[in-house]
């Protein structure tokens, strides 16, 4: 395992993540100890107008994979409506590769709390749903009692510290659906229908949770206020980019010496998170990795000095995602890899529009085709022509993201694909067992 | 059958459904869902018909709703839920070899259930845990970096009727307890709570930096970020406490809100004039 240079550690920004060393941390005792709650009565103390001020001038960007503007989407909310606001924190992790969410609501749960608190101020919201994945069942334990805890402190419930403003928080579990990751998906859940994703506009903003004025932020977003509101928004960006501002929890997995969380100023390489991460393991070269969880492009080795952050992952023809870095090597195939995630996209398809799912159907039997070696050439065309009809023509991004890895493995892989179909590779799974497809090329 | 339901868990639906605003009850349908498997195990025909009875849907309804997602069983499930990530991570590090493992130990395959009711399995697509792939979990709880052998003796652990600790997580309880928690109730051990530390990945970034000494400099939390709070009496301070007419089935529909690029400088003359009015 090789040690990290002085100039890839300097990268590190201990932020979101520092409390995490406190192993008593999710008590309120501990959290308030270490800080906790101060961000909450600087923020009561100021004109909530100027909270969203603040955030716009951090250049904070959503942490859920899309990276809008945070204060922007604030800004968006109607005030002085006589309508309720909502503040929904979308806590439905499941993007493959991305596992930043659960640690910080199992090790922190208070920040998210606390930061909910503030943008529920913010926004003019009295109202607050935490809807957490519902695997995450730790999470929901401990985000459960640190609501308790807040309330019973006062930091919840009517006139919070004195200062007037109300609020309650619903921790509210989903059921197991990738799509309620999608944020009308999940405002759809949170009203006790199926997590189906629904037309835009009109936007959450105006017409969210019960038709009414809605933020939807991440879990990190939202953990990520009450440091802005302490440090302020010059301190915030001195860490990242110009555009892509902050630290940001990178989720580093796969072939490395020391897989887990890294959180850096963003624009940070896959080359120093590697070096971060203890180098790659021992006999495994880079092969293919995924910037920001399977539904953004793969990218190879000759990415390796590209910044991680929203432009210079754009500029690679890919997206920075969730940041959720997968990394595989030359040991791992990448057909395989695509197979697994269209059989993921496939299952997780909500069936509301019919490119998605029909496509992720055809995909993945194709791609299974493929890796018993009966794959013909035309399998390719088929695949990429089915990306197309795909790509844009979803109705949301889980269809856009499922052509993802199939296009870019065909980019880059090519000649694996043609192994396969041409023979030259040993098949994945038994061709006998393998049941014909109806309608497919001969 | 026709009362299948304890009074408690009358008692506790009530509860779940005051959890939302007034008008919005169809929110408590997901936590409903969970209850019911808290008593039975699934979701079972009486389940649906004591939803929609409760929030005045019809059947089909709320079975709409219980098919769509995969924490709804819809067939008696075991005491212990063994899941397995099959998703390309955890697959690739040894997960596929887990499952198959655990296939051969239980007799069973995805979504099934040994005869003696005792254990289900089903290969699960991300659980969010990369950094510690391969994982399963049991009844939810993450086992981490799994080796086959490893998952079986877990099996065997659980068959003597121990309770093996997850490496993260809280201890084990039956999958009809964890359903109560799903539908928003306090796990009732105190203890539980405590269990779980984080394991050295989601440490790995942040002890580096503390061994190192790393910290982002230039923080001050006095940095002040804005004019003092208005008083409570002023509006615009404080949503109103009514909450908007329901919308029945009907989804939202009204104004387009502004493109993002336009958006932002309408969004922010909004502010500006709220700005203006205040003194």
Redesign the interface.
Known sequence: MTSPSPEVLAKLTPVLTKRWLSPDAWRLEVYERLDGYTALRKALSVHPDDLIQLVKDSGLRGRGGAGFPTGMKWGFIPQGDGKPHYLVVNADEGEPGTCKDLPLMMADPHSLIEGAIISSYAVRANRAFIYVRGEAVHAARRLRHAVAEARAAGYLGTNILGSGFDLEIVVHSGAGAYICGEETALLDSLEGYRGQPRLRPPFPATHGLYASPTVVNNVETIATVPYIVLGGAQWFRSMGTEKSPGPKIYSVSGRVNRPGQYECGLGITLRELIELAGGMQEGHELSFWTPGGSSTPMLTAEHLDTPLDFEGMMGAGTMLGTTAVQVFSNQDCPVYATYRWMEFYHHESCGKCTPCREGNYWMKQVLRRILSGKGTHEDLETLLDACDNILGRAFCALGDGATSPVTSSIKYFKQVYLDYIEGRREPWFAPSAEPELVGAYK | MSEPFSEETRQRAKEIIA???HG?E??????L??LVQAEEGYVSPAGISFCAEL?NLTRAQVA??AT?????KRAPTGDWLI?VC????C???GGDAVYQTLQEELGVGHDETTPDGVFTLEH??????????PVM?V????FDQMRPEQAREIVAALRRGERPQPT???RLCPLKE?SL????F??ERPE???????G???????????E?G????????A???????????E??????????E??ADR????????A?GG??EQ??T??EK??NE?P
């Open positions: 959890r939302y605003p919005r169809r929110s408590a349908l997901l936590p869902l969970h929030l709409a709703v769509f997602y995969t924490m709804y899941s099959t998703n390309t991570m697959g690739v590090l699960a697509e991300c659980l969010a845990a990369c950094d510690y792939a979990t009844n939810y709880e993450y993260r997580g809280a964890m928690q799903l539908a928003g306090p796990d539980a709570l405590a269990d779980g530390p984080p050295e990945p989601s440490l790995a970034g942040v002890r580096l930096a503390a190192h790393i910290e982002v400099p230039g923080f001050d939390p940095t002040p970020i804005g004019r003092p709070a208005p008083t409570p009496a509006p615009g301070h404080q949503a109103p406490a009514t909450v908007s329901p919308a989804k939202p529909a009204g104004e387009p809100p502004p993002a958006g932002a969004a922010g909004a502010v709220g700005r205040k």
